[in-house]
């Protein structure tokens, strides 16, 4: 029963030892979670969750981690584990899905496919969760429940609000009926000592929601006899104050038809033991409808759901079962307990029958049972009652006992023999049909019953009853009753044996009705094999077209039903050679290796009968593995030449046949040259030119055309060169000369055009063509002597031979070429030509006019290089005079010109300055060894920077260099010339200096210079350049930039210099100057600029916080004789200690800003004569109680008492009592006399009095002040100063308090004035409240009389004045002194 060995049966522990063998349950431990490794702290509610039987889900954390522990089932020894932090785990009932709760975050995880399924954010926490459905959740909040749907992206829909009577509820289950449309809140709570269960019933039809009390609840599906549909009930169980209780009802209205379901309300039994049990979850077997209730102490109740009966009752778990889940496998209830056992409950399905009819002593419960759930364990019962009925002759009601015994245990041929064995009365029906009539009404009938049935009913030719009860499967077909049943309908019969799955009496029919169709889908569906040649013969006799339906359907598969070759075969004996075709066409589609036999069968058949059949097969290359030569022979005897060829695989066959092109279709011929070698290919080509050239030249050009790159060019123009076919020749090139890149190619067709006399072809190829070689196709054309020299003119062009071509043309007096090349073909080869001329010593008039005649563009720097390398410029000058007077601006022109006017020296730098047209690098260029002058006047003119540097340089013209550079104003110029590798810096600075800034009036000029200098980072240069500028008095003298920057320049560079500056120049910006002075460190420059300026503050700031000096500092504050400058002043001497000297130059400041700073340091230095002076000064400029506070305390520390009092009896803001707090402790007692008077602090007052020896008054102050401390600390002086009458009054007001007087009488004793203690004790006798300090006074005087006093007589005085504190110690003391017993109050 699932214990551990070793250890005693659980049901053994819990059952008596004569009911442990039989029992109507099955119990079994399936797993111990404990001994797969989970930890038993995690198992628990809160933890773990099953949802169903297939997975049990735990959370674990494993130090620091925390995983998700997942128990299959069906393995559970090997459960999984992952890394996974979350509030709650469940998974999905039937798949490997898990829902993971972590805060308000919900996600639903696929672990096999590892994805992310849904997520959804609740906008409040999810108090309980779980699977309702295979792809629905059921989501709980503290108001309302969700259904959130595992597909597609929908959020959870609300279904209803929750109820009040959950309210405060742990909830621990949800449920839901079949269809959705009844769901359950369970919850429970603790109240008065027991645990109290609460539910919400509600309807999704009617929405609306019923309150009940109960723990645990279920709803199951149950249909009554007599009903025809279910009915959807609702169990729940409930452990109230007065008893347990079961309930059954019925939810929702009926169906139609059906009777209403009667309530049930049972008691339920809970032991003695057991008083605070109750019920913790519910399952209903639907197979057994039988009701499995869990207690929380691990009892296991059964219920019969249709009754109520209580079946079982026991305990199966010492520890609780705390969930649980509906168990499949049995229709039984699965759950875990506290220690982590998986047990299981389910319905013996042998015992259970036998147990209620033996033990409960209910048979009518077992049939009841055994009847609706068809159950063994009571045949007996059937049997005697069958028996009993048969026996009265209630054949009716014994048919109905048969028909409804469990497992059919009645229904044998026994019973059918009985029935025939009784006599039809007349006019009644027959047992035997009113026996098969109830069977058939209950269900299907067996074997027996159905041949016993049909055989009657056939032989009265009631075959439409036999239809009718195989179409409501009331029947059980076999062989036998097909074979009955085919003797009146072989259609009806193959029904039967269809049902029955007899495949040989299937196929025998289905031949012998014509379906030839269904044999073989039958045959595959059922996994039988026929002889299916034989069934295709006796087909093809009868029908030849269903013969090759059928023989396609035997090779439709990968591995055909029945041999090819038998198969065709039976097409060849009854001579059905289209048939066979079609049938082999669709059988080899495959075209497999093996078939190759069957392909040549095929294509042989064919050419014999129908050639244009096999030409139409052999045209859509559908197979490939037949006998070519055959077929090739074949084919040419059938006169089909083009597949004869195509399957010939010797050469010489292939040229027998293919020079008869007038027999061939040309598009395919061309195509099959490239299935052929390349040597077969170019024997092909010969034999066909040798045989016919005129007839077979096309197609060979065509072949040679589409080939060439397999069947090398080179090769086919030595064919078509052998047979000296030049047409052909140049109909094959020219249809790849425009693809190929071959040199040998484009010459070849550039001869064989000039062969042919196509003339205009060769001047395209010369034209377009970059493959030729151009020296050789030049030299074949020179040679041609072609009468259009064109082609010629062109390539000499294109590949510059211009002067070679010249030379030919002007040799061969073809002038009129060389006019037409310069003014039609490529007039920017003009001073090629021109250039060739002149080698040839043409005359210049011919020279002249062919220029003047060419109107086309051509680089004219080009003419001018070509005439100027030959010493002949001057040829061009009336040209380019000509051009100029025509407006053209080419600079190529002007610049011939130029050099033209340069070498004449024909005022030449005039028309450099004013011509705006020519190339200043170009022409400066021609003039830097004619003249570097004119070279720089050139590159000025077109701001060439670097070559115009470079030529200055070379030729020491820097104060040409100088000016340029500070009219061009550019800084990447400036740096290049004063970069420090510059060896012509110097030189050129002392220019710039001396002459270029000088001469100029521009400001921008002057701006740029300086920039440029700082930018090189040449302070001492630039220091001397604005030397120049500023000190010169030039027209920028009072420039207040350069002024500035002068000085700054002379800050960083040399400081040496900076007073002079600070002292000549007038219009700077002196506040920033002289804050770079102080950064730089020049503290008295910059104190004489702020001097100079008249900035005192910043000047005498420079003088306290830079030069440090104070003496200086306060000449120069007497020199101004301003507030901010005193002020400044006041600060540094207060800083400095310099007290006196501070509060001076406040006081002349009229500034009090700081006298919190003031009075703290006049304070620590003791500069109260000084600080009095202050603060009147500040009083009177502000109102402040810090300042009058101060004022008060000065005037005592300086003694002025009379100021004092005048200050305090006036308006003042000052805080008097902290004043006389401080005098006080500072012992100013006079003063502090004056203050406390003043606030009337009287206690302060008495104190600062005793102080002062003023006794008299002090306990006058006392007196006003009233109280305790102050009374004992004057009466303590006036002890102290001998004043025994004035402490004596003080000690009447002390005596009073019983707290205080040890401490009087302590220090009276300890000065030794016990005379004047005693005096005041006395005193105090008459005194109102004296009895409160009496007993005090005598323990004083007890304590010190005690070493020679009557212990005795002490203690009677004691009782008489009720002094019993004092009798306590004086005897007590007594005794220990003379060890004598103490005597107590009663005794005496």
Same mark, same amino acid.
């Given at each position: 029963l699932g214990c551990r060995e070793g250890e005693r049966s659980c049901l053994d522990f819990y059952l008596p030892a004569t009911m442990a063998q039989v029992l109507p349950i099955r119990f079994q431990e399936h797993c111990q979670l404990q001994n797969v490794g989970i930890n038993a702290a995690n198992i628990g509610f809160a933890t773990l969750t099953m949802e169903s039987d297939k997975y049990i889900c735990v959370r674990e954390k494993v130090g620091e981690t925390a995983q998700v522990v997942i128990v299959d089932m069906a393995d559970p020894g090997n459960p999984t584990r992952r890394p996974i932090s979350a509030d709650s785990a469940i998974m999905n009932p039937a798949s490997k899905v898990i829902a993971l709760k972590a805060g308000k975050t919900l996600q639903i995880f696929n672990i096999e496919m590892k994805s992310k399924m849904k997520a959804y954010n609740a906008p409040e926490d999810v108090v309980f969760w779980k699977w309702i459905s295979v792809n629905t959740i059921a989501l709980v909040t503290e108001t309302a429940c969700y259904h959130w749907g595992m597909e597609g992206a929908s959020e959870p829909v609300k279904m209803f609000d929750r109820h009040t009577n959950l309210a405060g509820c742990q909830i621990i289950n949800y449920r839901t009926d079949k269809e959705q449309k009844w769901l359950l809140l369970v919850g429970?709570?603790?109240?008065?000592?027991?645990?109290?269960?609460?539910?919400?019933?509600?309807?999704?039809?009617?929405?609306?929601?019923?309150?009940?009390?109960?723990?645990?609840?279920?709803?199951?599906?149950?249909?009554?006899?007599?009903?025809?549909?279910?009915?959807?009930?609702?169990?729940?169980?409930?452990?109230?104050?007065?008893g347990g209780k079961l309930h059954v009802i019925e939810v929702g209205s009926p169906a139609a038809g059906n009777q209403p379901f009667t309530k049930k309300a049972v008691d339920v039994f809970f032991p003695p033991e057991a008083q605070n049990d109750f019920p913790v979850a519910m399952q209903v077997s639907p197979k057994h409808d039988v009701v499995f209730m869990i207690t929380k102490y691990g009892y296991v109740h059964l219920y019969d759901l249709e009754t109520g009966t209580c079946i079982y009752m026991n305990r199966i778990s010492g520890d609780t079962i705390f969930v649980t889940a509906f168990y499949e496998p049995t229709s039984g209830i699965i759950g875990v307990n506290r220690k982590g056992q998986v047990l299981s409950v389910s319905v013996d399905e042998a015992n259970i029958i036998p147990y209620i009819t033996n033990t409960l002593q209910n048979p009518d419960l077992a049939l009841r049972m055994a009847v609706r759930n068809n159950l063994a364990g009571g045949e007996d019962l059937f049997v005697r009652k069958f028996n009993m009925l048969f026996g009265q002759m209630q054949y009716s009601e014994a048919a109905k006992v048969a028909a409804a015994a469990p497992q059919g245990v009645l229904r044998t041929s026994q019973t059918i023999q009985r029935f025939q064995g009784v006599p039809t009365q007349p006019g009644q029906t027959s047992p035997l049909l009113q026996y098969f009539g109830i069977l058939l009404e209950q269900g299907q009938l067996n074997k027996y019953e159905s041949l016993e049935l049909c055989r009657p009913v056939l032989q009265q030719g009631r075959k439409q009853l036999l239809e009718k009860w195989l179409k409501e499967d009331k029947l059980e077909c076999s062989e036998e009753l097909g074979d009955l049943v085919k003797q009146a309908d072989p259609t009806l019969a193959l029904s039967v044996y269809l049902r029955a799955n007899v495949p040989a009496k299937v196929i025998q029919c289905f031949a012998e009705t014509g379906q030839f169709q269904k044999i073989v889908l039958y045959a595959k569906k059922v996994n039988y094999t026929p002889d299916y040649v034989f069934i295709l013969r006796n087909v093809m006799?009868?029908?030849?077209?269903?013969?090759?339906?059928?023989?396609?359907?035997?090779?439709?598969?990968?591995?055909?039903?029945?041999?090819?070759?038998?198969?065709?075969?039976?097409?060849?004996?009854?001579?059905?050679?289209?048939?066979?075709?079609?049938?082999?066409?669709?059988?080899?589609?495959?075209?497999?290796?093996?078939?190759?036999?069957?392909?040549?069968?095929?294509?042989?058949?064919?050419?014999?009968?129908?050639?244009?059949?096999?030409?139409?097969?052999?045209?859509?290359?559908?197979?490939?593995?037949?006998?070519?030569?055959?077929?090739?022979?074949?084919?040419?005897?059938?006169?089909?030449?083009?597949?004869?060829?195509?399957?010939?695989?010797?050469?010489?066959?292939?040229?027998?046949?293919i020079v008869h092109t007038h027999l061939l279709n040309p598009e395919w011929l061309v195509n099959f040259f490239g299935s052929l070698s390349v040597e077969d290919s170019l024997e092909c080509i010969k034999t066909m030119l040798t045989h016919n050239i005129r007839q077979n030249l096309q197609i060979c050009v065509q072949v040679s055309t589409k080939y060439h790159e397999q069947l090398g060019t080179s090769s086919l123009i030595e064919i078509f060169e052998s047979f000296k076919s030049f047409e052909g020749l140049f109909y094959f090139l020219g249809s790849i000369v425009n693809f190929s890149q071959e040199a040998d190619v484009h010459f070849k067709y550039i001869q064989a055009a000039c062969k042919t006399g196509q003339i205009k072809e060769v001047e395209r190829i010369c034209r377009e063509s970059n493959c030729y070689d151009p020296e050789r196709v030049k030299n074949f054309l020179k040679e041609s002597k072609l009468t259009d020299q064109l082609p010629l003119i062109i390539v000499c062009d294109r590949f510059d031979f211009v002067h070679d071509l010249v030379l030919y043309l002007y040799r061969n007096n073809l002038q009129k070429y060389i006019e037409i090349y310069v003014q039609k073909v490529n007039p920017q080869r003009l001073p090629v030509v021109v250039g060739g001329l002149l080698d040839v010593d043409c005359d210049e008039s011919i020279i002249k006019s062919l220029i003047m005649a060419v109107r086309g563009s051509f680089d004219t720097d080009s003419l001018v290089e070509e005439v100027e390398k030959r010493n002949r410029l001057?040829?061009?000058?009336?040209?380019?005079?000509?051009?100029?007077?025509?407006?053209?601006?080419?600079?190529?022109?002007?610049?011939?010109?130029?050099?033209?006017?340069?070498?004449?020296?024909?005022?030449?730098?005039?028309?450099?300055?004013?011509?705006?047209?020519?190339?200043?690098?170009?022409?400066?260029?021609?003039?830097?060894?004619?003249?570097?002058?004119?070279?720089?006047? /050139?590159?000025?003119?077109?701001?060439?920077? %670097?070559? !115009?540097? &470079?030529?200055?340089?070379? *030729?020491? +013209? @820097?104060?040409?260099?100088?000016?340029?550079?500070?009219?061009?104003?550019?800084?990447?110029?400036?740096?290049?010339?004063?970069?420090?590798?510059?060896?012509?810096?110097?030189?050129?600075?002392?220019?710039?200096?001396?002459?270029?800034?000088?001469?100029?009036?521009?400001?921008?000029?002057?701006?740029?210079?300086?920039?440029?200098?700082?930018? /090189?980072?040449?302070?001492?240069?630039?220091? %001397?350049? !604005?030397? &120049?500028?500023?000190?010169? *008095?030039? +027209? @920028?003298?009072?420039?207040?930039?350069?002024?500035?920057?002068?000085?700054?320049?002379?800050?960083?560079?040399?400081?040496?210099?900076?007073?002079?500056?600070?002292?000549?120049?007038?219009?700077?910006?002196?506040?920033?100057?002289?804050?770079?002075?102080?950064?730089?460190?020049?503290?008295?420059?910059?104190?004489?600029?702020?001097?100079?300026?008249?900035?005192?503050?910043?000047?005498?700031?420079?003088?306290?916080?830079?030069?440090?000096?104070?003496?200086?500092?306060?000449?120069?504050?007497?020199?101004?004789?301003?507030?901010?400058?005193?002020?400044?002043?006041?600060?540094?001497?207060?800083?400095?200690?310099?007290?006196?000297?501070?509060?001076?130059?406040?006081?002349?400041?009229d500034d009090p800003t700081t006298y919190t700073e003031v009075i703290e340091v006049a304070g620590n230095n003791g500069?109260?004569?000084?600080?009095?002076?202050?603060?009147?000064?500040?009083?009177?400029?502000?109102?402040?109680?810090?300042?009058?506070?101060?004022?008060?305390?000065?005037?005592?520390?300086?003694?002025?008492?009379?100021?004092?009092?005048?200050?305090?009896?006036?308006?003042?803001?000052?805080?008097?009592?902290?004043v006389g707090d401080r005098c006080y402790d500072a012992q100013l007692y006079e003063a502090a006399k004056i203050l406390f008077n003043n606030v009337s602090n009287f206690a302060r007052l008495a104190s600062t009095l005793v102080h002062l020896g003023e006794y008299q008054n002090a306990v006058d102050g006392a007196r006003k002040a009233n109280s305790t401390r102050t009374w004992k600390e004057v009466c303590f002086a006036c002890v102290d100063g001998g004043e025994f009458r004035l402490?004596?009054?003080?000690?009447?007001?002390?005596?009073?308090?019983?707290?205080?007087?040890?401490?009087?009488?302590?220090?009276?004793?300890?000065?030794?004035?016990?005379?004047?203690?005693?005096?005041?004790?006395?005193?105090?006798?008459?005194?109102?409240?004296?009895?409160?300090?009496?007993?005090?006074?005598?323990?004083?005087?007890?304590?010190?009389?005690?070493?020679?006093?009557?212990?005795?007589?002490?203690?009677?005085?004691?009782?008489?004045?009720?002094?019993?504190?004092?009798?306590?110690?004086?005897?007590?003391?007594?005794?220990?002194?003379?060890?004598?017993?103490?005597?107590?109050?009663a005794g005496v």
């Amino acid at each position: 029963l699932g214990c551990r060995e070793g250890e005693r049966s659980c049901l053994d522990f819990y059952l008596p030892a004569t009911m442990a063998q039989v029992l109507p349950i099955r119990f079994q431990e399936h797993c111990q979670l404990q001994n797969v490794g989970i930890n038993a702290a995690n198992i628990g509610f809160a933890t773990l969750t099953m949802e169903s039987d297939k997975y049990i889900c735990v959370r674990e954390k494993v130090g620091e981690t925390a995983q998700v522990v997942i128990v299959d089932m069906a393995d559970p020894g090997n459960p999984t584990r992952r890394p996974i932090s979350a509030d709650s785990a469940i998974m999905n009932p039937a798949s490997k899905v898990i829902a993971l709760k972590a805060g308000k975050t919900l996600q639903i995880f696929n672990i096999e496919m590892k994805s992310k399924m849904k997520a959804y954010n609740a906008p409040e926490d999810v108090v309980f969760w779980k699977w309702i459905s295979v792809n629905t959740i059921a989501l709980v909040t503290e108001t309302a429940c969700y259904h959130w749907g595992m597909e597609g992206a929908s959020e959870p829909v609300k279904m209803f609000d929750r109820h009040t009577n959950l309210a405060g509820c742990q909830i621990i289950n949800y449920r839901t009926d079949k269809e959705q449309k009844w769901l359950l809140l369970v919850g429970i709570t603790a109240q008065q000592s027991r645990v109290v269960g609460a539910m919400q019933l509600y309807s999704v039809e009617r929405k609306v929601s019923q309150p009940i009390e109960g723990h645990a609840a279920s709803f199951a599906q149950f249909k009554m006899q007599g009903n025809q549909s279910e009915s959807t009930l609702f169990c729940f169980a409930v452990r109230s104050a007065t008893g347990g209780k079961l309930h059954v009802i019925e939810v929702g209205s009926p169906a139609a038809g059906n009777q209403p379901f009667t309530k049930k309300a049972v008691d339920v039994f809970f032991p003695p033991e057991a008083q605070n049990d109750f019920p913790v979850a519910m399952q209903v077997s639907p197979k057994h409808d039988v009701v499995f209730m869990i207690t929380k102490y691990g009892y296991v109740h059964l219920y019969d759901l249709e009754t109520g009966t209580c079946i079982y009752m026991n305990r199966i778990s010492g520890d609780t079962i705390f969930v649980t889940a509906f168990y499949e496998p049995t229709s039984g209830i699965i759950g875990v307990n506290r220690k982590g056992q998986v047990l299981s409950v389910s319905v013996d399905e042998a015992n259970i029958i036998p147990y209620i009819t033996n033990t409960l002593q209910n048979p009518d419960l077992a049939l009841r049972m055994a009847v609706r759930n068809n159950l063994a364990g009571g045949e007996d019962l059937f049997v005697r009652k069958f028996n009993m009925l048969f026996g009265q002759m209630q054949y009716s009601e014994a048919a109905k006992v048969a028909a409804a015994a469990p497992q059919g245990v009645l229904r044998t041929s026994q019973t059918i023999q009985r029935f025939q064995g009784v006599p039809t009365q007349p006019g009644q029906t027959s047992p035997l049909l009113q026996y098969f009539g109830i069977l058939l009404e209950q269900g299907q009938l067996n074997k027996y019953e159905s041949l016993e049935l049909c055989r009657p009913v056939l032989q009265q030719g009631r075959k439409q009853l036999l239809e009718k009860w195989l179409k409501e499967d009331k029947l059980e077909c076999s062989e036998e009753l097909g074979d009955l049943v085919k003797q009146a309908d072989p259609t009806l019969a193959l029904s039967v044996y269809l049902r029955a799955n007899v495949p040989a009496k299937v196929i025998q029919c289905f031949a012998e009705t014509g379906q030839f169709q269904k044999i073989v889908l039958y045959a595959k569906k059922v996994n039988y094999t026929p002889d299916y040649v034989f069934i295709l013969r006796n087909v093809m006799r009868i029908n030849p077209e269903q013969g090759l339906q059928f023989a396609q359907m035997l090779v439709q598969d990968d591995e055909p039903l029945a041999d090819l070759s038998q198969i065709v075969d039976v097409f060849a004996e009854f001579n059905l050679v289209q048939q066979c075709t079609s049938f082999l066409l669709d059988a080899l589609k495959n075209n497999r290796p093996a078939e190759g036999p069957l392909q040549t069968r095929l294509l042989e058949m064919n050419l014999m009968a129908a050639p244009q059949v096999a030409d139409a097969i052999l045209g859509n290359q559908m197979f490939t593995h037949y006998d070519r030569q055959h077929i090739a022979q074949l084919c040419e005897q059938a006169g089909l030449l083009q597949r004869a060829i195509e399957h010939y695989q010797d050469s010489f066959d292939i040229k027998r046949a293919i020079v008869h092109t007038h027999l061939l279709n040309p598009e395919w011929l061309v195509n099959f040259f490239g299935s052929l070698s390349v040597e077969d290919s170019l024997e092909c080509i010969k034999t066909m030119l040798t045989h016919n050239i005129r007839q077979n030249l096309q197609i060979c050009v065509q072949v040679s055309t589409k080939y060439h790159e397999q069947l090398g060019t080179s090769s086919l123009i030595e064919i078509f060169e052998s047979f000296k076919s030049f047409e052909g020749l140049f109909y094959f090139l020219g249809s790849i000369v425009n693809f190929s890149q071959e040199a040998d190619v484009h010459f070849k067709y550039i001869q064989a055009a000039c062969k042919t006399g196509q003339i205009k072809e060769v001047e395209r190829i010369c034209r377009e063509s970059n493959c030729y070689d151009p020296e050789r196709v030049k030299n074949f054309l020179k040679e041609s002597k072609l009468t259009d020299q064109l082609p010629l003119i062109i390539v000499c062009d294109r590949f510059d031979f211009v002067h070679d071509l010249v030379l030919y043309l002007y040799r061969n007096n073809l002038q009129k070429y060389i006019e037409i090349y310069v003014q039609k073909v490529n007039p920017q080869r003009l001073p090629v030509v021109v250039g060739g001329l002149l080698d040839v010593d043409c005359d210049e008039s011919i020279i002249k006019s062919l220029i003047m005649a060419v109107r086309g563009s051509f680089d004219t720097d080009s003419l001018v290089e070509e005439v100027e390398k030959r010493n002949r410029l001057k040829l061009l000058m009336p040209w380019l005079e000509s051009r100029i007077h025509d407006g053209v601006q080419e600079p190529a022109t002007h610049n011939a010109l130029a050099k033209i006017y340069i070498d004449s020296n024909n005022n030449p730098e005039r028309f450099l300055r004013e011509n705006q047209f020519y190339d200043s690098r170009v022409v400066g260029k021609y003039c830097e060894k004619r003249d570097p002058h004119l070279a720089c006047v /050139a590159y000025e003119r077109g701001q060439c920077d %670097e070559e !115009l540097i &470079k030529c200055c340089n070379e *030729n020491s +013209l @820097f104060k040409s260099e100088a000016r340029y550079l500070v009219h061009r104003q550019d800084g990447d110029l400036w740096a290049l010339v004063l970069i420090e590798t510059n060896e012509y810096r110097r030189p050129l600075i002392d220019q710039v200096v001396q002459t270029a800034l000088s001469e100029t009036q521009n400001p921008d000029e002057v701006s740029a210079t300086v920039k440029a200098f700082m930018t /090189a980072d040449l302070p001492n240069e630039l220091i %001397e350049l !604005l030397e &120049k500028i500023v000190l010169d *008095n030039t +027209l @920028f003298s009072e420039h207040r930039n350069l002024q500035n920057l002068l000085i700054l320049t002379a800050i960083k560079a040399d400081r040496t210099r900076v007073m002079e500056y600070i002292t000549r120049l007038d219009n700077y910006d002196a506040p920033d100057i002289a804050n770079i002075a102080i950064g730089s460190e020049l503290f008295e420059e910059a104190f004489a600029i702020f001097r100079k300026f008249d900035v005192n503050t910043s000047a005498i700031q420079v003088l306290i916080e830079h030069i440090g000096n104070l003496d200086r500092a306060y000449e120069y504050a007497e020199r101004c004789n301003q507030s901010d400058v005193w002020s400044q002043l006041a600060k540094a001497q207060l800083q400095a200690s310099m007290v006196k000297e501070a509060i001076d130059s406040y006081i002349k400041a009229d500034d009090p800003t700081t006298y919190t700073e003031v009075i703290e340091v006049a304070g620590n230095n003791g500069n109260y004569e000084d600080l009095v002076r202050y603060l009147n000064m500040a009083r009177k400029k502000t109102r402040e109680v810090l300042i009058e506070t101060e004022l008060v305390f000065a005037f005592a520390k300086t003694g002025r008492l009379a100021e004092l009092e005048e200050f305090v009896n006036g308006p003042n803001h000052a805080q008097i009592q902290q004043v006389g707090d401080r005098c006080y402790d500072a012992q100013l007692y006079e003063a502090a006399k004056i203050l406390f008077n003043n606030v009337s602090n009287f206690a302060r007052l008495a104190s600062t009095l005793v102080h002062l020896g003023e006794y008299q008054n002090a306990v006058d102050g006392a007196r006003k002040a009233n109280s305790t401390r102050t009374w004992k600390e004057v009466c303590f002086a006036c002890v102290d100063g001998g004043e025994f009458r004035l402490g004596q009054m003080c000690g009447l007001h002390i005596v009073v308090h019983a707290d205080e007087l040890e401490e009087l009488i302590r220090y009276y004793e300890a000065r030794g004035h016990f005379d004047e203690l005693i005096a005041l004790l006395e005193a105090a006798l008459g005194l109102e409240r004296a009895h409160m300090g009496e007993a005090g006074g005598l323990i004083c005087r007890l304590q010190f009389f005690l070493s020679f006093c009557n212990v005795n007589i002490a203690l009677c005085l004691s009782v008489k004045f009720f002094a019993w504190q004092c009798q306590f110690c004086a005897g007590t003391f007594g005794a220990v002194r003379a060890s004598e017993p103490p005597v107590h109050p009663a005794g005496v």
